[in-house]
């Protein structure tokens, strides 16, 4: 690289940086070990690199864990640069960051955040106006994942004691560029002073912060999104009304024609359920009005928490069809090959849909998604011909493609790939052994990598 041009340099420099962990933050994610790296080879990499600004916008401020000069370099360091920022956070810590000057310093570059994560523990939510500028005119993307608690001992959980937060104003955020937003405390969507700009919407249900799961009586409080595209339903979630007696004849309160939807999304698109049960993804469509919807997307666990909460009683997941309008294009990822049949067969007209399934023959053959794959060296991608693994696997192939009319296979898919176009990610698999083939021949295009 001696006689490469600066230019090309720096651009290969801002390639090396590592990519975000979606949703949550790693700290794999902070660029620190590259920026030692470029900055100690030579003197000219050191020169560029300290000339690249895209190389230096990661800012991650954490009580007692940050070493401020390098947030003060890093911000000097950046220009005029998009930021992207991390905020970890924790009981009372603002008592210690009230008058912090690093605190200020990032909070006075909130002009240019480009996108934000706010993990840890509050008091309480109107404690976010300490860490959080009013106004943050360009951040695109915010993910929240908090819980509220008075000390790291004691749990104050926004969901289950929402009377905790009425003695204290909503504090109000003006996010006007916000697409993507990723939330699992539901108050935070009323402090948006104009939330209609939001195009992708995670609800995460998690209750590894709050102490409670998210119940789908909360879903009547989402405000109006005229733009968006792409809602998630992730983690954790339950509906109070089918355990309180009321799936004795699966009518869901709201299920009824001529109720008024909670839910109306001119332009969504694509709907997504994920670690979720069936008795969800009913009450969901059952007040879902989305004359655009084509894509629902299911996640592994249908099967799983159907046999978990309701025994053998038998819960037909969804008819797929909004104010008569059939939707298209039914979307299963993680669902391991063997496990399709009962997957699709619960879904009402199965045949009039398009399907479009990732191919997991079994999950020890695939790594966790969060490990990007690392694990695969170890993990082959044959199984014997002759064993009973191979032949169940090959009834569930013939029943699968002989039911599915309109069928496509699709590799392995990485974190964030779930709503991508078929296109680029669709495999050709005449059949079984050449689907096999193909997985070993992606196994090691990504150890490659």
Known sequence: ??????????????????????????????????????????????????????LWTFIHLAVGRNDHSVIKRRIALSGSRPLDVVLTIAPNAERYLTENEILDLVRKQAWRWRSLKVLGLLRKMVKLQVWIPQSVPMLREFDLYTGVRSSWEDYVDDIEYPEDLKDDPNPKFWMSQLKRCNINQFYFLGCLEEPSTIRHLRLDGSNEWGGVRCDVSLLGSIPSLPNLEILEFTYGWQNSWLNDGADDDLEFEGSQSGQQPWLCFPRLKAIRFDWTGYDVVHVVFSRLDAPKLDMVVLGPPLLDTLEQEFGNKKLPILSLALLGKPITTVRIVGAELCKLQDLIEDIPSYASHSFQVEFIPSRRLIPPKDFSFSEWPNIPCKIDKNSSEWKELSRAWAWVTASISDLKWLRPLQEGEEFDSAEGIAWDCPSLEVAFDMLEQHRQSQISL
């Open 1 to 54: 690289m001696e006689h490469l041009p600066t230019e090309l340099v720096s651009n290969i420099f801002i390639r090396a940086l590592p990519e975000p962990t979606p949703y949550y933050f790693n700290y794999n994610d902070d660029p620190s070990p590259l920026h030692a790296a470029l900055c100690s080879t030579c003197q000219r990499w050191n020169q560029i690199a300290i000339s690249t600004p895209d």
